[in-house]
Structure formats: C-alpha cells, structure tokens
C-alpha cells in the first residue's frame, strides 16, 4: 500500500512566521501535490509537483512555495504566516497511471494566531 | 474554467434507503475520481472513472459516468451507518493531458441513521 506521511497532524504557529510542512512518501512516485481544505469548499490546489525540482503552481498559490530536491519529500512553505492560511493541509501523491487514484496523507491542521 | 458541483451537499437517510449523490461539471472531461473522507481522517480512494458509461461497484456503493451529460452519480443501496462519512468527486481538468490536476466538489455528507 502507498504510505504518504505528513510531518504533523496539528501545528500552532504565530502570524509572521515562516512555516514549514513536510510529506513523505514511500513508493516512487513521480508527481506529488499539496491541497488545502476548508469548510464549504473542498480541496483546492496550491502546488503540485511531476518530478524532482519540477514545480507548477496550483489555484492558490499566493502566499505559498514549495520545494522538491528529492523525489519522496514535497515540501509546502508558508512564508510569512497569515491568519486566513489557518487550515487543513493535505498532501498527495500519483503514479501517473490514470487508472490509479490520488493517494492522500493524514493532513495537518495548522492554526495561525 | 472548470466547476463542480455536488449536491445535495447535506443528506441524513435511515438505515435500509437508497439514494444517490450528483456531481456535475462544466467542462469536457475524461476522469473522475469518487473518495470518501472520514472525520478527522484523510481522503480514501473509492471509484476511478475514465470513459463514457463506466460503471463501478463496491459493496453497497455504486459510481457510474456520463461524459456527454457531464454526470457522475454516486447511489447507496440498503444504507448502513458505517457508510457515514463526507463524499467527494473531483475531475481532472486537463481532458486528455497528462497530469491530474484535479477540481473537487465541495463535498456531501452523509448521515445515516438507524
């Protein structure tokens, strides 16, 4: 079974701050993806990412970076935290077999005061 | 720009009901993806739909496509209360490229009582 990890389920971070969520996973795959969720809205895109070093901006970039030096971790970087980035964040990673689904991490829940 | 929507987006049944949940999209597209959120948990994969009239089962859930009417339904037969959980469909919006750059639906969540 695909294994995607996130680093944390819950972070408190202050306004300002420069935050940092990982994901990891463990089967190879070429393309990886962040999202968040929010109520009423579903999932929307911020980054995803088709190979190593290779980025392409989502729905919602603003406000967010990513980085990918190896193929198993996509990084998601908040770079000066604001209080409207108070949501869930999740993580995702695909083969690049239609066929197959998006395989989802555990999501962190990251609140900025 | 592509759009989805899912309806209804609440739906609170009794155990032993049918029903089925909608998701419509705006433009042209070739992939659908039905997951299951549990929770406080993440998105579990239930259905892929990839053509015209695909048709999927599992258990008492039943996903089906229409490409030309741009319709996916999601139907739960004999309801039971472990299906409770919010549903979401998300399309691929590049028709016919090759990544998979998916739009969600907003979701419907589904109670279900004895």
């Known amino acids: 079974d695909v294994k995607v990890t996130q680093s944390s389920r819950y972070l408190v971070k202050r306004t300002g701050e420069k935050v940092f969520l990982e994901c990891v996973q463990d089967?190879?795959?070429?393309?990886m993806f962040w999202y968040r969720q929010d109520p009423g809205l579903g999932l929307r895109l911020i980054y995803f990412?088709?190979?190593?070093?290779?980025?392409e901006k989502g729905d919602i970039p603003e406000g967010y970076s990513v980085s990918r030096e190896k193929k198993e971790r996509f990084s998601l970087i908040l770079e000066s935290a604001s209080t409207n980035q108070t949501s869930m964040y999740l993580c995702?990673?695909?083969?690049?077999?239609?066929?197959?689904?998006?395989?989802f991490g555990d999501g962190t829940r990251l609140s900025i005061l | 720009e592509l759009k989805v929507e899912q309806n209804p987006l609440f739906l609170s049944m009794q155990e032993g009901k049918n029903y089925t949940i909608y998701c419509n999209y705006s433009?042209?597209?070739?992939?659908l993806y039905w997951y299951r959120q549990d929770p406080g948990k993440s998105l579990e994969s239930l259905f892929v739909?990839?053509?015209?009239?695909a048709v999927k089962q599992e258990g008492r859930l039943m996903a089906s496509l229409d490409t030309k009417a741009r319709l996916s339904t999601l139907h739960i037969t004999a309801a039971v209360h472990d299906l409770s959980a919010t549903y979401f469909c998300?399309?691929?919006?590049?028709?016919?490229?090759?990544?998979?750059?998916?739009?969600f639906g907003t979701g419907t969540l589904l109670a279900v009582q004895p």
């Open positions: 995702a990673s695909w083969t690049g077999a239609f066929y197959q689904p998006q395989h």
């Open positions: 089967m190879d795959h070429e393309n």
């Open positions: 990412s088709y190979d190593v070093k290779m980025k």
């Open positions: 433009t042209t597209s070739d992939r």
């Open positions: 739909l990839l053509s015209n009239g």
């Open positions: 998300a399309v691929d919006r590049l028709f016919g490229g090759a990544t998979n750059k998916l739009i």
